[in-house]
């Protein structure tokens, strides 16, 4: 049997969150990029070419969505753990790797944190 590696990815998904230690950031939602890659289980391969035999890539969108909605985040590692642990519920997520970039907090450079099982 041939060992084959399913993957799903949510690249460069921009939204507005709140997120940061300092009163600005506090304040005013500013700008990430999340970028999520995940394991399939290969059991979950679909068998019929039709969205009810697989998994429909926008429930994973909409838990980032309503995880970043859910409040306001001191830290982007807490803001990454929850995603990830969240991702990871899902019985045919075998791994998960999340990043999150801040692309406008300093004028020089973008900073970013990433967590990964896989």
């Known amino acids: 049997m041939r060992v084959r590696n399913r993957k799903i990815f949510i690249n460069n998904f921009i939204i507005k969150a709140s997120v940061g230690v300092y009163e600005h950031e506090k304040k005013y939602k500013q700008k990430i990029i999340i970028n999520v890659e995940l394991l399939i289980s290969n059991d979950s391969e679909p068998k019929h070419d039709n969205l009810e035999s697989t998994q429909d890539y926008s429930q994973f969108r909409t838990c980032l969505i309503d995880i970043i909605q859910s409040q306001h985040f001191h830290l982007l590692e807490t803001l990454v753990e929850k995603i990830h ?19 406008d907090i300093f004028n020089d450079c973008e900073v970013a944190y990433e967590l990964s099982n896989i």
Not at 85 to 103: C, E, R, W
């Open 85 to 103: 642990s969240n991702l990871m519920i899902y019985s045919y997520v075998i791994g998960a790797k999340v990043k999150i970039t801040k692309p």
